[in-house]
């Protein structure tokens, strides 16, 4: 893999790959002192042309933990202002020596042209409605660890997905492992065209409510909305969003999701994301180890996962033959992690 820049092209073996590479990190998350050596010498940079807290900080988060170095790019105090390109920046920042850099931006392909640019590996943190790959990837992964798999598993996705990046890269990611999605929301919040998503589509929250084992509900992006969608949000409220009553007619085993930041009574009631069934917290915490694993999957050398398993020491007592000591990269590590 050389870079993540969507979830069409990760297969059903990359992805799990990544889920599995996942458990070590989580393992390493849970430590008195959750970090390692892994990274020591490599510098990810967040290239965030868009506000964002949890995935920033998520990021950031993930690679201080694999020993990286961090640079955080703002642009309300950069260069941006001056009238700089995104080229010019992406080039500015590579030469100062990064080894990966993360892209958020309105635009969806940002991130596919600034891997087109630089040679340092380049991580989608989402790109206008295209793709968020690492939410994808921790949906999967919250999933799989709450119902062990996802194979049959039917999902439903309700809400805002016109706008929604991470709808997209959901919905392909659910479906590579097995789920059945269903898209829940008015037609006018729905893409013009679902040729060729692995889907089926309803109208009615409470029509699927009763067969479905997971319920992902979507923030309502008033923020990207430039015309009137719905009569009003407590219209769609009493259409679309998980309320108290509607929680109560979901399994006990049933699981509520959300990508947050959360707009409590509108797509969610504030008993429904509180609820036990609910993993909304248990994403956000999985978010930081499943960006440890892609950052060590496109950083790390070959070989090294068997080092972070259980028996892998802090990093305070690391002997030799862990990450970091003897298998700390070089140069030429450098070069051949980038072929």
């Known amino acids: 893999m050389r870079h993540l820049l969507d979830t069409a092209s990760l297969d059903r073996p990359a992805i799990e790959e990544l889920l ?25 940079a967040s290239l965030f042309y868009e506000d964002s807290t949890r995935t920033r900080l998520s990021f950031e988060t993930a690679a ?47 991130p596919h042209r600034v891997a087109s640019w630089i040679d340092a590996q380049v991580i989608n943190g989402g790109d206008g409605w295209h793709d968020h790959p690492t939410q994808a990837l921790l949906d999967c992964y919250t999933l799989r660890q709450r119902l062990g ?20 890269g959901d919905v392909h990611a659910f479906a590579t492992l097995g789920a059945e999605v ?20 309803a109208h009615r929250l409470d029509d699927v409510l009763d067969e479905v084992d997971v319920v992902y509900l979507l923030r309502m992006q008033q923020e990207r909305m430039t015309e009137a969608l719905v009569p009003s949000l407590r219209e769609y409220t009493a259409g679309y969003g998980l309320t108290r009553a509607r929680a109560g007619r979901l399994g006990p085993d049933a699981v509520i999701m959300h990508p947050g930041p959360m707009n409590r009574g509108v797509e969610i009631a504030p008993e429904a994301a509180d609820d036990p069934r609910a993993v909304i917290v248990d994403q956000v915490r999985n978010g930081v180890a499943v960006r440890m694993a892609v ?19 802090t990093d305070t007592d690391a002997p030799a033959d862990t990450p970091a000591d003897a298998d700390a990269p070089t140069d030429a590590d450098k070069e051949s992690s980038r072929a």
């Open 20 to 44: 599995t590479l996942t458990d070590s990190f989580v393992e390493v998350s849970g430590r008195q002192i959750p970090k390692v050596p892994a990274l020591r010498g490599r510098t990810v």
């Open 64 to 110: 201080k933990r694999l020993s990286a170095d961090t640079m955080t790019f703002s642009v309300s105090t950069s260069s941006v202002n001056k009238g700089e390109s995104l080229r010019d920046t992406a080039l500015t920042i590579e030469a100062m020596g990064v080894d990966a850099v993360v892209v958020r931006h309105r635009s969806a392909g940002a």
């Open 149 to 168: 798999g996802l194979d049959g598993v039917r999902v439903a996705i309700v809400g805002d997905v016109k706008h929604s990046r991470v709808a997209r």
């Open 182 to 201: 269903t898209l829940v929301a008015p037609p006018t919040l729905l893409p013009p065209s679902l040729a060729g998503w692995p889907v089926r589509v």
């Open 295 to 313: 950052l060590f999957r496109l950083l790390g050398a070959e070989g090294r996962t068997g080092s972070l398993g259980a028996d892998a020491p």
